[in-house]
T-cell receptor, first 115, second 116 residues
């Protein structure tokens, strides 16, 4: 059963506009959420995270919003740039995982930013 | 800067072979992970290790085993390779969780494994 879902396999956006990537989760024990970015032939790299005690976290052009009641988070990229074209994975971890930060990943969204 | 190095970028093996994928990290991380990435399925955890000689099954451990004899090295073993194990394999490492904190995982660049 997919506990972390990214329902949009792909997204195309014009350069300079906003990109919004969405992620839904089902497990209410998740209390920490991350976004990773992956270019072809490279490993995922950490982008931004948010704790469940917050509803927004911002880092430059990237903002993550968390709606706990809806079990939904989103990543906003403003303004979008062609170099942002990549696969974006959301991931979640929860309480009770012990010392390992085992992450549950979504299926990914391929973002294409058109010049 | 954290460096997670996977020994091969591309690997081609035959059905039934025993295959070893190696991963080394240079940040003294306690935790190490092996994932596979497949289209439409995202990253799925195969095995992880939280200390030398310690290992735990992830979500899809069948057909795989692991070895962690040294802290910096985590090996993934395909006991008898099959075509459905053709995939991108990703290794990651992280510090353990302190109380109230979170350790982000750092990934290698992956090994594209093809089983013929």
């Amino acid at each position: 059963d997919q506990q972390v879902k990214q329902n949009s396999p792909s997204l195309s956006v014009q350069e300079g506009r906003i990109s919004i990537l969405n992620c839904d989760y089902t497990n209410s024990m998740f209390d920490y959420f991350l976004w990773y970015k992956k270019y072809p032939a490279e490993g995922p790299t950490f982008l931004i995270s948010i704790s469940s005690i917050k509803d927004k976290n911002e880092d430059g052009r990237f903002t993550v919003f968390l709606n706990k009641s809806a079990k939904h988070l989103s990543l906003h990229i403003v303004p979008s740039q062609p170099g942002d074209s990549a696969v974006y994975f959301c991931a979640a971890s929860g309480r009770g995982g012990g010392a390992t930060n085992k992450l549950i990943f979504g299926t990914g969204t391929l973002l294409a930013v058109q010049p | 800067d954290v460096k997670v190095t996977q020994s091969s970028r591309y690997l081609v093996k035959r059905t039934g072979e025993k295959v070893f994928l190696e991963c080394v990290q240079d940040m003294d991380h306690e935790n190490m992970f092996w994932y596979r990435q497949d289209p439409g399925l995202g990253l799925r955890l195969i095995y992880f290790s939280y200390d030398v000689k310690m290992k735990e099954k992830g979500d899809i451990p069948e057909g795989y085993s692991v070895s962690r004899e040294k802290k910096e090295r985590f090996s993934l073993i395909l006991e008898s390779a099959s075509t459905n194990q053709t995939s991108m394999y990703l290794c990651a490492s992280s510090f353990p969780l302190p109380t109230g904190g979170r350790g982000n995982q750092h990934f290698g660049d992956g090994t594209r494994l093809s089983i013929l």
